[in-house]
């Protein structure tokens, strides 16, 4: 393909509006029949539906944020797989502004979720050596921090690609360094940002269990949700232009072996957990993995283990399906159910919860489903809006050149 | 493929990966010559005679050890784990960038590993042989190793704990030696045909053939040396990540304040890295000079081994920062109580901070183009690195135990004249047995890097294979 201004142009301007509407509706249809359940579900069982509601905020809340970060990395980094997965990415971060309206009912009905927040919890003398960190108003701090940085990080990257698309201008210069220089020091406050996040919004559910590597797992765990639902949507895009013209199988046998990876290190960190808690046995730390071995949860850690783990390990070693999009696909579907089996795993079976019986409960895929529908919604008209493929960055030809080989 | 694939001037533009002016010919010249001459450079006798005497300073230190037992070193309860395994730790740290540059590096495509490589993993291979002395030595009575350390049917049924990461250790070490010698030889081999065709001396072409094990560099044999290597650095790979993570298993598992801690694993793996490309700077660069390698060993290299350790001695960073947050959100008494001694009121409190200042401070200067490309100011880094990582090691272990549960427990640690001179004995090994290595074989991989020079690329890319 000879690569001029004329072809760039072109590349931007093709864009399956059509196909992208048509998912967009289903999405919203999605949306609205899970909003119903939602509706029913908040009647029905009253506190025990934000557990529910939190579950899915967290899943689809560290979709974009796993998105930011794959973003910042392709900034550092380069390549072709990041130059076709680009746009998904920062269509996904775009989702924020949603995220931060959909976090309001979370802080509303702190007091359900958050034991340490209810009056009197300071009667429990591990809660009270806690409340310099664990207090509302600096929790309500942190969390107003968490979606300024983010949302400060995402406009600019966003901005400047989108300064891309409209100057003429291809060459490299200081346009083009700014994404780097943002994204090097905005990745290592993105790691602080995810560690506190996890700490404040789901350790905390249980205040007295803490463990040093959680800030590491979310980060492994939004990477891999991140990528799975990347090369979802590649799967999709690659069948009309111009994703059709530009993505190889080098970018998304290079995008699969990143998920490839991020499958191993999420198990790593796992299990390095599970391995150093389950020798020490220290009562405060031992009740984590008690209560997920213990009735409902004692299958679905296996379902956990096997589906975000063994399953997908055992595909990924094949090269042909990381090669065929098509084929990756179903890979990558699984690890997105996966990885919300696994925040439900994470986050339900916290003690203290209002709940009789099993704590698992079907307003947990209905909330999933409803919010998740709604931001895909939100997600669709996103990538709509601009073009698919970053065909203006002065790297965009050079790194798909390399997927000749 | 004609010039750089980016546009002139700029800033992504990578360095070259060898010098201007090189053909296949000049590149096995200067190579082997490093070799294969009877002038060996004055600072490589001075080096070496530093590193044997220390080395003598360790023998004379074991032997002693052998006649009086551990007492004489500083170790007691409740600081019962010191500088054996502190140097252990450290050791076995310094051989991991050996394994991420020959093994992870191939897989991931990156050409810089190429002039790095061999002496890299022979780097790791001393490393292991230094760290291996602690766990023989560290109960004074070396000749009943065999049976703590290794799992067989022995006249007193006495058995190794299988649950313990101690037994792990053995395993995974003893693989990640083996695994990396394996590695390293098998590079060796195409340059050891090489040496055996250029030397002049018959007992040195008995010497180096013998080595090539009848590499005569037919089709067939490149075939399967390609083959057997990628096999070797896929079966690497999980090494780098598995000998620490054990190691840092020895201290997590056990429920003292200060060792107990998940975030571990992946932090004692970042750390191994950290220090290991530390090493390997603290290596090239004088090696470099000594040699007159820079058309080989480029600024390149040079950045992006500053670019790695910069990256991982983050995550390093990270891991201190979790610690001390979590010791103190744990809410638990002698977590908060360990992470106060440890940062404040605590007689080694200054080996705390000067560990900040080693691993943290100093080196965040390689956020600067300009810092990373000056070898003078990288060489202090990594020296800084060396020293903070060890430090790291001393606190984790010293400042966790000289506190025990019980006050009437607590006591000083203080290493005594045989501590210091074992220590820095394996040092006096690490140096002398590179330097000889550097001496007697291809510091720098001949073969591959003849794939970098410019002939290289013409023919590759006429035949439209690469």
Known sequence: MTFDEQTATNLLGARPVQEIARARSRSLLLGVVGLVFCGIGLAVKGQTFWQSYLIAFYFWNGLTIGSMAVLMVHHLSGGG????????????????????????PIWMARTTLYPWMRPGATSDPVIAAKTLYLNVPFFTLRAVAYFAIWGTIIYFLNKWSREQDENPPMLPGPQDRRFRLLSGPCLVVYVLTITFMSVDWVMSLDPH???TIYGIITLGGQGLSALAFTILVLSFLAKFPPMSEVLGADQIHDLAKLMFAFVMLWAYFQVSQLIIVWSGNLPEEIPFYLERL????????????LCEFVLPFLLLLSRSLKRNPQRVKWVA?????????????????APDFHRTGSTLSWVDFAVLIGMGGIWLTYFWSNLAGRALVPAKDPYFKEALAHGGH | MEGSQYPKGDFREPLPLIGPGHSFRSITDKLTSVVLTKHTPKAWFATVAVGFLLFNGFLIAVTYLLFKGIGIWGTNIPVGWAFPIINFVWWIGIGHAGTLISAILLLFKQDWRTSINRFAEAMTLFAVMCAAIFPVIHTGRPWLAAYWLFPYPNAMTIWPNFRSPLIWDVFAVST????????????????????????????????????????????????????????????????????????????????VPGWHATIFPPYFVAGAIYDGFAMVLTLAIPLRKMYHLEDFITMRHIENMAKVMLATGLVCIYGYACEAFFGWYSGNEYERFLVANRT????????????????FLVPQMMWSKRMRRN???????????????????FVIIVTSLHRDFLPSSWEMYRPTIWDFSTFF??????????????????????????????????????????
């Not at chain 1, 213990?294 to 283990?305: D, E, K, R, T, Y």
């Not at chain 2, 404040?344 to 691993?359: D, E, M, Q, R």
């Not at chain 2, 100011?377 to 990594?382: D, G, K, N, P, Y």
């Open chain 2, 176 to 255: 990640y030696g083996l695994v990396s010698a394996l590695f390293w030889y098998i590079g060796l081999v195409p340059d050891m045909a090489t040496f055996r065709d250029t030397a002049k001396h018959p007992l040195l072409k008995k010497f180096y053939g013998v080595l090539s094990l009848g590499w005569r560099g037919s089709a067939r044999h490149w075939a399967r040396y390609e083959h057997a290597y990628l096999l070797l650095a896929g079966l690497s790979t999980p090494l780098v990540l598995s000998v620490h993570t054990v190691v840092s298993f020895d201290f997590a598992v056990g429920i």
């Open chain 2, 375 to 393: 070898v003078w100011a990288l060489f202090t880094a990594a020296m800084f690195v060396n020293v903070g990582m060890w430090l790291e090691r």
């Open chain 1, 294 to 305: 213990q009735g409902i949860w004692a299958p679905i850690s296996i379902v956990v283990l």
């Open chain 2, 344 to 359: 404040y009121f605590g007689p080694y409190a200054w080996s705390y901070w000067v560990l900040i200042l080693c691993n």
């Open chain 2, 425 to 466: 004995g394996t040092v006096g090994l690490f140096v002398t047995l590179m330097f000889v290595f550097v001496r007697v074989l291809p510091m720098i991989s001949v073969f591959e890097m003849r794939t970098l020079a410019p002939d290289a690329r013409v023919k590759s890319s006429e035949g439209g294979a690469h």
């Open chain 1, 81 to 104: 797989w990041g130059m076709v997965a680009r746009r998904i990415w920062e269509a996904a971060t775009r989702t924020l502004p949603l995220n931060a309206v959909l976090f309001l």
């Open chain 1, 209 to 211: 269990w803490y463990s």
């Open chain 1, 333 to 349: 579907l699984l690890l997105l159910v996966a990885r919300a089996i696994d925040v439900t795993w994470m986050i339900a079976p």
